[in-house]
């Protein structure tokens, strides 16, 4: 299985990204994608995470802001982040989970003014 995400960059307080990751090579019909984030000297986080039913979870931090989406069709998975804060500022992380789990490389995201 292989990850390839894009959509970093920089923007300012307020602001908006959209991040994307599409997988190829998975085998399974059922798998959870999503999105974690990792500042230096701090542990990985959960940002948000979709089922391929559909269901989504958001870490407390992004709820209201972030919007997670899936296309099963293309196995790929999507992140809206609005009303980006300096908070967000990290290196953000596609993940895969189905009978293993599986990280793309991570994405630069600045939010500064």
């Known amino acids: 299985v292989q990850l390839q995400a894009s959509g970093g960059g920089s923007v300012q307080p307020g602001g908006s990204l959209r991040l994307s990751c599409a997988a190829s090579g998975i085998r399974s019909r059922a798998y959870d994608m999503g999105w974690y984030r990792q500042v230096p000297g701090k542990q990985r986080e959960l940002v948000a995470i979709?089922?391929?039913?559909?269901?989504?979870n958001y870490a407390d931090s992004v709820k209201g802001r972030f919007t997670i989406s899936g296309d099963n069709a293309k196995n790929t998975v999507y992140l809206q982040m609005n009303s980006l804060e300096p908070e967000d500022t990290a290196v953000y992380y596609c993940?895969?989970?189905?009978?293993?789990?599986?990280w793309g490389q991570g994405t630069q995201v600045t939010v500064s003014s």
């Open positions: 993940n895969l989970r189905a009978i293993g789990t599986y």
């Open positions: 979709i089922t391929t039913r559909g269901s989504t």
